[in-house]
């Protein structure tokens, strides 16, 4: 299973209640942590993906096992627009094109949803304890959901030696190419 912060058991129980028990149990959380919600109202699916849009977290996917659906919302953030810090950026279409690594520092379970065919995960609140697993000779294409992370990943390359590191926008949130999934 996809690692989550929390768990929220919402089996036997319909509509609107999964929705209503993860609108609490979600402020709970950072901005940021993974909430996996366990139902088996089928309507749940959409339910929550709707929801979760609505208000501004990442429905991440849905994983069925024996009747269970097995849900995945990001927490998001009231983040206003990302700022461009970083000065070497590429564009998401470019970079089909190019050689070098893609790093994806989204979390596992993003990740797991859907990324980009050979992509290395590093998820961004592991990167410094595993930037020893990265090629300061290869040229590295950082990526995100939306820009944010993929900067601040970007930056800390760059801090630390790599000088062929780009990040990626807009972000995994506009990829409309071949996605690979994990799940």
């Known amino acids: 299973m996809i690692q989550a912060d929390m768990q929220l058991d919402a089996k036997g129980i319909a509509c609107p209640m999964p929705v209503v028990r993860t609108k609490k149990a979600i402020t709970d959380l950072a901005e940021g942590q993974v909430l996996e919600i366990q139902a088996t109202d089928k309507g749940s699916k959409a339910d929550l993906a709707a929801w979760s849009k609505s208000v501004g977290h990442q429905y991440l996917g849905t994983v069925e096992e024996d009747d269970i659906l097995y849900h995945y919302i990001r927490k998001g953030s009231s983040e206003p627009e990302v700022e461009k810090n970083f000065e070497r950026t590429?564009?998401?279409?470019?970079?089909?094109?190019?050689?070098?690594?893609?790093?994806?520092?989204?979390?596992?379970?993003?990740?797991?949803?859907?990324?980009?065919?050979?992509?290395?995960?590093?998820?961004?609140?592991?990167l410094e304890s595993r930037i020893n697993e990265l090629d300061q000779e290869q040229e590295i294409y950082v990526i995100c959901r939306t820009g944010k992370r993929s900067d601040l990943a970007a930056q800390l390359l760059a801090n630390n030696g790599f000088t062929k590191v780009y990040n990626v926008l807009p972000g995994m949130n506009e990829w409309h190419g071949k996605i690979t999934k994990e799940v």
């Not at 470019?94 to 998820?123: Q, T």
């Open 90 to 126: 590429v564009s998401l279409e470019d970079i089909e094109s190019r050689d070098g690594l893609i790093l994806d520092v989204r979390e596992a379970a993003e990740y797991a949803f859907g990324h980009i065919d050979g992509a290395k995960s590093i998820p961004m609140g592991e």
